[in-house]
């Protein structure tokens, strides 16, 4: 099983709404990542887990809050958001130790915030 | 402040043609890169990779070359085929095992049969 995926595969909210996307891989990583993409922009990395830790959050707003219950899940809580957090949410995971950028991304969820 | 440009939003060529994609950094700590492939509607998948201790990596029809001084990496398809049509993207990161992927703007290849 060579997959990471993703739920929902699109989301509509409102800006007071609270809603969750979830991530699911059983490959076994140890690291697991969250990623945001515009249209016509690179990936940028919002958080990283390793070993179920939060190690890295790249200075993302609290409204975004992240959480990894073990070591094939992982979810990304929505609160608040505004119309300009509209965009392409990619998880993806990785073995740790070895060649880390080897990422296995899932197939994101399109995130519209009204 | 973009340090992994890819400054060729699109390319076309011929199939059965080289493909060559491009890349350039700005920064000197970066010292593994990949590169990855894109299909409407799908995640990223991973491509190939090169360390900085290298400045070749061949992989079937895919090879990476390296120029550290240059800052600069390119990605050869060869032979290309239909099924290369797709968004590529480099990424670079700052020592081996480090976790975090900077990605550049990518290229969109388009195959012409």
């Known amino acids: 099983d060579t997959e990471v995926t993703q739920t929902p595969k699109h989301l509509v909210m409102g800006m007071t709404n609270k809603k969750s996307l979830k991530c699911e891989q059983h490959?076994?990583?140890?690291?697991m990542y969250w990623y945001k993409q515009k249209a016509k922009k690179p990936p940028e990395l919002m958080f990283v887990?390793?070993?179920?830790?939060?190690?890295i959050n790249e200075s993302v707003p609290s409204r975004f809050s992240p959480e990894c219950p073990n070591s094939s899940l992982l979810n990304l809580h929505l609160h608040a958001l505004q119309p300009e957090d509209s965009a392409l949410y990619l998880c993806?995971?990785?073995?740790?130790?070895?060649?880390?950028?080897?990422?296995?991304f899932g197939e994101g969820s399109r995130l519209t915030v009204l | 402040d973009q340090q992994v440009k890819q400054n060729s939003p699109s390319l076309s060529v011929q199939e059965g043609r080289i493909s060559i994609l491009n890349c350039d950094y700005t920064?000197?700590?970066?010292?593994?890169f990949l590169w990855y492939k894109k299909y409407p509607a799908e995640g990223p998948t991973f491509l190939i990779s090169?360390?900085?201790?290298?400045d070749k990596n061949e992989d079937g029809r895919f090879t990476v070359f390296l120029n550290k001084s240059a800052k600069h990496l390119s990605l050869h398809i060869v032979p290309s085929q239909p099924g290369d049509s797709a968004v590529y993207f480099c990424?670079?990161?700052?020592?081996?095992?480090?976790?975090?992927?900077?990605f550049g703007t990518g290229t969109r290849l388009t195959i012409i049969p």
């Open positions: 090169i360390s900085s201790i290298k």
């Open positions: 990424a670079a990161s700052a020592g081996f095992g480090n976790e975090k992927l900077t």
């Open positions: 490959m076994g990583h140890r690291a």
């Open positions: 887990y390793s070993y179920e830790k939060l190690s």
């Open positions: 993806a995971s990785s073995q740790l130790g070895l060649a880390v950028g080897e990422l296995f």
């Open positions: 920064n000197s700590m970066f010292d593994y």
